[in-house]
């Protein structure tokens, strides 16, 4: 009888143990989470509701604001494709809003990042394609293949394009933790965020994107390298040695 009161004893000091641990964890994330999104809201110029030509014209404020960063080039995050010459929705309404704001004369060079890491998924090749379509000079575009994270592409961005100031283009729900892992990381940047009404799955993404906010946080303290390396390839200079095809 002794025996059995100490191993309940013993369930029941490790069961508050753990609901005192989750609790604590619990809070742990929600407070990092909150830290994040308020401390970069504020970088965000402008949020666009549609991707056309209307939705994406800056005011002359907006405008003002991403001139005076003086931005060497605007980056646009990769988010998958549909096949081998199709981007996602997202992925679309980001490169409309890049290309938009590079007609607007916002910067002049447009980054392209995005995981390349298979033969089946490569997200440059559709991304490159799609903005030389819409009539971005060739020697404007960057192509940054090893974009496998949003930490990867900020870290390379600044190492191997040797990125300083830029304008990051992305969904709202996305944008908060890009720009605090680009400021981060040493970089200057504003986000105009590349919203449509609705996207399917966003809850799953809104819930994975608390999580991604605590791992980056967490990984700006460290402040790893990026996965890959490689030689600078100057955003001053010309992007087609970048192009890779």
């Known amino acids: 009888?002794?025996?059995?009161?100490?191993?309940?004893?013993?369930?029941?000091?490790?069961?508050?143990?753990l609901i005192v641990a989750a609790v604590v964890l619990g809070l742990a994330v929600v407070t990092v989470n909150s830290y994040v999104v308020n401390k970069e809201k504020s970088y965000i110029v402008k949020a666009v509701k549609g991707a056309d030509e209307d939705d994406a014209k800056l005011s002359s404020a907006q405008k003002k604001r991403l001139q005076e960063l003086d931005?060497?080039?605007?980056?646009?995050?990769?988010?998958?494709?549909?096949?081998?010459?199709?981007?996602?929705?997202?992925?679309?309404?980001?490169?409309?809003v890049a290309i938009a704001l590079y007609q607007q004369g916002v910067a002049p060079k447009i980054l392209l990042t995005g995981d390349n890491g298979t033969v089946s998924h490569n997200e440059i090749h559709v991304m490159l394609t799609y903005t030389k379509k819409a009539g971005v000079p060739e020697e404007d575009i960057f192509c940054d293949h090893a974009g496998f994270s949003t930490y990867d592409s900020m870290y390379r961005a600044r190492s191997i394009f040797q990125v300083k100031n830029m304008v990051v283009v992305t969904q709202s729900y996305h944008m908060y933790r890009s720009l605090y892992i680009a400021r981060k990381l040493g970089l200057s940047a504003l986000g105009?965020?590349?919203?449509?009404?609705?996207?399917?799955?966003?809850?799953?993404?809104?819930?994975?994107?608390?999580?991604?906010?605590?791992?980056?946080?967490?990984?700006?303290?460290?402040?790893?390298?990026?996965?890959?390396?490689g030689e600078a390839i100057p955003i001053t200079g010309s992007g087609v040695s970048s192009h890779g095809e």
């Not at 369930?11 to 143990?17: D, F, G, T, V």
């Not at 060497?72 to 199709?86: A, P, Q, R, S």
């Open 1 to 17: 009888m002794y025996v059995l009161q100490r191993i309940r004893k013993f369930i029941r000091i490790a069961l508050i143990i």
């Open 71 to 96: 931005p060497d080039c605007i980056m646009v995050l990769g988010c998958g494709i549909v096949d081998y010459n199709t981007p996602t929705r997202m992925l679309k309404d980001r490169l409309d």
């Open 192 to 229: 105009v965020s590349a919203d449509q009404k609705t996207y399917h799955g966003q809850s799953a993404r809104e819930i994975r994107e608390v999580l991604a906010r605590n791992k980056d946080f967490l990984k700006c303290i460290r402040k790893p390298s990026s996965v890959l390396g």
